[in-house]
């Protein structure tokens, strides 16, 4: 079954705790990417991946890093998360970037 | 002016309503229009995929490209109360490698039974 998973689903942090969201794909696509969703702004996106160590900035990567070195795997990475980094974290994955995205389930981030 | 523009709602219907949901955009070289529905707490799914101009009916969903007018729409006949969910379309030049999906903010809809 093609599937994306996140984890964690949930997590509540405190203000720079460093914090990795992982994103897993069995779908062997080579574009990976990163959206936050917020209410009023919709979905923004935050980095994406064309290909393994190949990883470029979104419309909102501040604070933000990610790696990718395996094809199946695209971390997200909040080095010291403040508040404003609270939202609801997606990772897609299609077979290019224009094409139909695959959203994983969502991770639910408080940072307090 | 945003490139692409989504009443956001909340748009709520009886049960067996049609229901029309509508985005403009402004970048006349969009092709590829594509209407996603998000269930609460879950993430995006693809719903309908259209190329350029023109209907594309499947079964009680039916999308609607018009480019002279910029303007998308995604009619969803004899609504009920399992549609409710947020609707964002999507749209990108050519579908592939060129450029990224813009998204818009999304419509809520509630189908009340």
């Known amino acids: 079954e093609a599937q994306v998973t996140q984890n964690p689903r949930y997590l509540i942090t405190v203000t720079g705790k460093k914090l990795t969201v992982t994103c897993s794909q069995n779908?062997?696509?080579?574009?990976m990417s990163w959206y936050r969703q917020d209410p009023g702004l919709g979905l923004r996106q935050i980095y994406y991946?064309?290909?393994?160590?190949?990883?470029d900035k979104g419309d909102v990567p501040e604070g933000y890093k990610v790696s990718r070195k395996e094809k199946r795997n695209f971390p997200l990475i909040l080095e010291s998360p403040s508040p404003n980094q609270t939202s609801l974290y997606f990772c897609?994955?299609?077979?290019?970037?224009?094409?139909?995205?695959?959203f994983g389930p969502g991770t639910r981030l408080t940072v307090l | 002016q945003k490139e692409v523009e989504q009443d956001p709602g909340p748009l709520s219907v009886p049960e067996g309503a049609i229901v029309s949901l509508n985005c403009t955009y402004s970048?006349?070289?969009?092709?590829?229009f594509m209407w996603y529905r998000q269930y609460s707490r879950k993430g995006p799914e693809l719903l309908m995929y259209t190329y350029s101009s023109g209907n594309k009916e499947d079964g009680r969903f039916t999308a609607q490209v018009d480019k002279s007018s910029k303007y998308i729409s995604l009619f969803i006949r004899d609504s009920q109360p399992s549609d409710s969910a947020t609707y964002l379309c999507a749209m990108s030049l050519d579908g592939g490698s060129q450029g990224n999906l813009i998204f818009g903010k999304g419509t809520k809809l509630s189908v009340k039974p």
């Open positions: 970048n006349s070289a969009f092709q590829y």
């Open positions: 897609a994955t299609s077979l290019r970037p224009a094409d139909t995205q695959y």
């Open positions: 779908m062997n696509h080579e574009y």
């Open positions: 991946s064309m290909n393994v160590e190949v990883t």
